[in-house]
Nanobody
Framework: QVQLVESGGGLVQAGGSLRLSCAASVSIFGFKAMGWYRQAPGKQRELVVQITSAGITDYADSVAGRFTISRDNAKNTVYLQMDSLKPEDTAVYYC?????????WGQGTQVTVSS
């Protein structure tokens, strides 16, 4: 059973930084890709960034240059460093993991950016 647990969300002022963590209950080495999605109130869930097993990244235009994804295979953890945060980044952030068969999701962590 794959479990993903996010942490690191919170309240921050515009221009500030947060680092989200996603700890997996299994080795992340075999996942095709892992990523971060977000869902703001009244909006659909959207891709923030994805990283493949080969280390190839794909960022949403809205966060490129401000957010950085990284993975630590030894700790089975994926991180999302978020800098220069804006009020429009406010959302619930979800971790995802794709193992060629299905996509797993974490429970989400709230990020709120005040203006």
């Amino acid at each position: 059973q794959v479990q993903l647990v996010e942490s690191g969300g919170g309240l921050v002022q515009a221009g500030g930084s947060l680092r989200l963590s996603c700890a997996a209950s299994v080795s992340i080495f075999g996942f095709k890709a892992m990523g971060w999605y977000r869902q703001a109130p009244g909006k659909q869930r959207e891709l923030v960034v994805q990283i493949t097993s080969a280390g190839i990244t794909d960022y949403a235009d809205s966060v490129a240059g401000r957010f950085t994804i990284s993975r630590d295979n030894a700790k089975n953890t994926v991180y999302l460093q978020m800098d220069s945060l804006k009020p429009e980044d406010t959302a619930v952030y979800y971790c995802s993991a794709d193992n060629f068969v299905r996509t797993y999701w974490g429970q989400g962590t709230q990020v709120t950016v005040s203006s």
